[in-house]
């Protein structure tokens, strides 16, 4: 069955470190999609990064960048240079079988809350 | 700025009563799905819909809820009758490409007494 693993519950950071957050998946499909999601204090989740089975390649996004390793099913966060505004709840989520099952349905994991601190 | 907005953004109800959320799509969004987040459950997929056909209600209690779209550009949630078990955070998000980004509202946060 499919599931995601966010093991850190909560990450304590002083602005401007470096702060990684970790995303374990299971999945039996070779076709799937990952995906992190932000919720801020606000509540409305915001959109970070999808990213498909079959590419690999980590990818950076101004101070966000994305670890994708299939051989240990992992897919990691990486927030360089912290910022307050960063603190927020942060889900990692899994979509299976993608066009072939024609299937949206996203596998939530727990959420990593983030405080940012001054 | 197209947004997916949700009414009521608060619902306090007494057990027994019916709820209604309702949701409006970003326009040209043809998936909608409903999700509930709690502390103890995090983020559970309830339906979705997509042409306005429901694909999947694995996720929703059947006795009590039901999810409908009477239009492309509203989608609804009841709950009826509602329990003190069903307060919640309840998102509607809409998408376009199959498992593709789903952009999400604000939500309904719903407290049953």
């Known amino acids: 069955a499919q599931k995601v693993t966010q093991a850190q519950t909560e990450i304590s950071v002083v602005e401007k470190e470096d702060v990684t957050l970790d995303c374990v998946y299971e999945?039996?499909?070779?076709?799937?999609?990952l995906f992190w999601y932000k919720q801020p204090p606000s509540g409305e989740l915001v959109f970070l990064i999808r990213?498909?089975?079959?590419?690999?390649q980590n990818e950076i996004s101004g101070r966000y960048s994305w670890n994708f390793q299939k051989s240990t099913s992992s897919f990691n966060f990486t927030i360089t240079a912290s910022q307050v505004v960063d603190s927020a709840v942060y889900f990692c989520?899994?979509?299976?079988?993608?066009?072939?099952?024609?299937?949206?349905?996203?596998?939530f994991g727990t959420g990593t809350r983030l405080q940012v601190f001054p | 700025d197209a947004r997916v907005t949700q009414t009521p953004r608060h619902k306090v109800t007494e057990m027994g009563q019916e709820v209604t959320m309702r949701c409006q799509p970003i326009?040209?969004?043809?998936?909608v799905f409903w999700y509930r987040q709690t502390m103890m459950q995090g983020l559970e997929l309830l339906a979705y819909?997509?042409?306005?056909?429901?694909?999947?209600d694995s996720g929703m209690p059947k006795d009590r809820f039901s999810a409908e779209m009477p239009d492309a550009t509203l989608a609804t949630l009841k709950i009826q009758p509602s329990e003190p078990r069903d307060s919640a955070v309840y998102f509607c998000?809409?998408?376009?490409?199959?498992?593709?980004?789903?952009?999400f509202g604000p939500g309904t946060r719903l407290t049953v007494l």
């Open positions: 989520a899994l979509s299976e079988g993608g066009l072939s099952y024609n299937t949206d349905k996203l596998i």
């Open positions: 819909f997509r042409n306005r056909a429901p694909l999947d």
């Open positions: 990213r498909n089975s079959f590419d690999e």
């Open positions: 998000a809409s998408g376009l490409v199959v498992a593709g980004e789903q952009f």
């Open positions: 326009l040209g969004h043809n998936t």
């Open positions: 999945t039996r499909d070779t076709t799937y999609y």
